[in-house]
């Protein structure tokens, strides 16, 4: 074989088959950043669906739940599963005891319910609305300013800069210092391995910076008789969030900083990488724009932005024939139950005009299902309507890079060349 990246993929196929079960570790982010995590899914789905690994000292034990309906099941039932920062949260590294960060994500019921009906109003249909043209205008404009007939990095020029211009609405943040907005996001979830911060104390210090930024912002607007309608206005005139102490006040920020930042980033950049592996996908979208709404709803599920959320179970639990017991971590694998073909026809492959596209996982279910999810869906609609109007082509020039993370499932880096314009 001579392309390097069919070897890689070979090897991790003949890994997964040929390493017994019981030693099983799927949250590896090496083998999310080679994308070389899928046959390991593939067996545990087959075989061992609700499967539990000793871990490393990283993630320490975990069970694994990697069939469509089980997913279903734990993300449903949050009276056992529970989020509660204190208990480690919601991904498979725990949150440091010493820098817990409350967040609703991160929280049970009643809190959770009360902080997340506060921020809800943003994602309103009447407030995406008014969002619709605004966005439509910032893609226009980012999409008008790409050089044509040159190479430049999709994720940087147009993922990341569209998202953050968003978020920078959503925050109402001042428009110039924008970037501090990505920046913030990319560390709020990075690990001292993954190169993008130096050490655990720097992510920690760059993290209080970001809360006394935004606690100006919230002083800024909090005596103004006449409340904005942006984010930081809701949380401190809302009456349970008024009172909230800082260190709640940041785990809410990088909350709606992450969830609004890195997913709909990496959808950004998945549609365009798997429009590119499958041109007959691309022919059908070229001939029949109409299909882009249904086009949206299969990239999420194909690109899986975020790969799991994890759970600690409250009480024992049995689950397809496995005995979870109280206290153990628990990790719903959205990226596997996404590819589960028992539920999902030919779930590997990427289909524009699948019939019920949005029966996928990527937003999870339950109490916690993604407030954003209506918006990210409209960006993603709008990107490709005004990409169709301008551009024959995208060609992408190599192999993404790929984020090292089994959370985040996305791309740091993806080089592509414009031909010309229509
Ligand atoms: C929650 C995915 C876009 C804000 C979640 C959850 C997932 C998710 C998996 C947790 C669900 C669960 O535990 O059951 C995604 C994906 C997106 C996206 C794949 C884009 C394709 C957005 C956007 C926003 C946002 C644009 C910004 C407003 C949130 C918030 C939560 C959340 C605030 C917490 C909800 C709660 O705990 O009740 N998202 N998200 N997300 N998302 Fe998104």
């Not at 994500?105 to 609305?129: C, E, F, G, W, Y």
């Not at 691309?282 to 959320?309: F, G, Y």
């Not at 028992?342 to 492959?349: C, F, G, L, P, R």
């Amino acid at each position: 074989m001579s392309d390097g990246s069919i070897d890689l993929k070979d090897a991790a196929r003949a890994e997964a088959y040929a390493t017994p079960l019981e030693e099983f570790h799927v949250a590896r982010p090496a083998l999310f950043q080679a994308d070389a995590m899928w046959p390991f899914f593939e067996r545990l789905r087959k075989e061992d669906p609700v499967h539990f690994s000793k871990g490393d000292e990283e993630t320490g034990p975990y069970w694994s739940i990697t069939r469509y309906e089980d997913i279903m099941t734990v993300d449903t039932t949050h009276q056992v599963f529970s989020s509660d920062a204190h208990l480690g949260g919601i991904t498979i590294r725990n949150f440091d005891e010493d820098f817990v960060l409350p967040m609703f994500i991160a929280m049970d019921q009643p809190k959770h319910d009360i902080q997340r009906k506060t921020v809800s109003p943003i994602v309103s249909p009447t407030n995406l609305a008014k969002l619709e043209g605004i966005i439509r205008e910032r893609v226009q404009r980012i999409l008008d300013s790409l050089p044509i007939d040159e190479p430049f990095d999709w994720v940087d020029r147009v993922s990341i800069e569209l998202t953050t211009q968003m978020l920078a609405t959503l925050f109402d943040f001042p428009w110039e210092e924008r970037r501090k907005l990505t920046r913030w996001s990319d560390i709020a979830t990075a690990s001292p391995e993954s190169g993008i911060i130096e050490s655990e104390e720097a992510r920690r210090a760059e993290l209080m910076e970001c809360l006394g930024y935004f606690t100006n912002l919230w002083n800024e607007r909090v005596n103004l008789t006449e409340p904005g309608n942006d984010l930081i206005s809701m949380l401190a005139h809302g009456e349970a969030t008024r009172d909230m102490p800082p260190m709640e006040y940041l785990g809410n920020i990088i909350l709606l900083i992450v969830g609004g930042n890195d997913t709909t980033r990496n959808s950004i950049t998945g549609g365009l990488y798997a429009l590119s592996k499958n041109p007959q996908e691309e022919a059908k979208l070229r001939a029949d724009p109409s299909l882009i709404p249904n086009m949206v709803s299969e990239i999420i599920r194909w690109q899986t932005p975020l790969a799991h959320m994890r759970r600690t179970a409250l009480a024992d639990y049995e689950l397809n024939g496995k005995t979870i017991k109280k206290g153990d971590k628990v990790v719903m694998w959205y990226v596997s139950g996404n590819r589960d073909d028992t539920v999902i026809e030919n779930a590997d492959q990427f289909i524009i005009d699948r019939p019920q596209a949005r029966r996928h996982l990527s937003f999870g279910f339950g109490i916690h299902r993604c407030v954003g999810n209506r918006l990210a869906e409209m960006q993603l609609k709008i990107v490709w309507e005004e990409v169709l109007k301008r551009f024959p082509k995208i060609e992408v020039l190599e192999e993404p890079k790929r984020v090292y993370s089994t959370f985040v499932k996305g791309y740091e880096r993806m080089m592509v060349r414009i031909p010309e314009r229509i």
